[in-house]
């Protein structure tokens, strides 16, 4: 399993973000300071305030809107669903491609920042064409 670690500003608005990529909330695993938004049976993503993420490292906590952290792709079932997510996601307070759409024919992708900054690259892949090349 994955479980990906992210400072967060504001735990309400972080959550509806990641409601919004499709992830549902575990409710056994949060509170006022942590939310543990499960995509898959193999990927959660754990959104923790800037005070329970500092728990947990001595290190200073950047500002990802100015600052990269890391890239975080999701792959999604459909080039419909890839936009369908990013539309999601910019009406739960993100921003849509802060990066450029990719689009190779066989693979489609785009990304989504969420209202802290971090981005979420929704992306899918023509099986049957990756398997020809």
């Known amino acids: 399993m994955l479980f990906l670690n992210l400072p967060v500003s504001d735990l309400n608005a972080a959550i509806a973000f990641q409601k919004a990529l499709g992830a549902t ?42 600052q990269v952290q890391g890239l975080f792709a999701l792959s999604v079932g459909s080039r419909d669903e890839v936009d369908a997510l990013v539309a999601a996601g910019v009406a739960a307070g993100g921003r849509a491609d802060p990066g450029p759409v990719q689009d190779h024919g066989f693979m ?9 900054g971090h981005i979420f690259e ?11 090349m």
């Open 25 to 66: 909330q575990d409710m056994r695993f949060s509170d006022e300071r942590s939310a543990a938004m499960v995509h898959s049976d193999s990927i959660v993503v754990m959104l923790l305030t800037h005070e329970r993420f500092s728990d947990f490292t001595g290190k200073a906590i950047v500002d990802a809107r100015s």
């Open 122 to 132: 929704l992306y899918w892949m023509d099986q049957a064409a990756l398997a020809q």
């Open 108 to 116: 489609y992708g785009r990304s989504c920042e969420d209202p802290d």
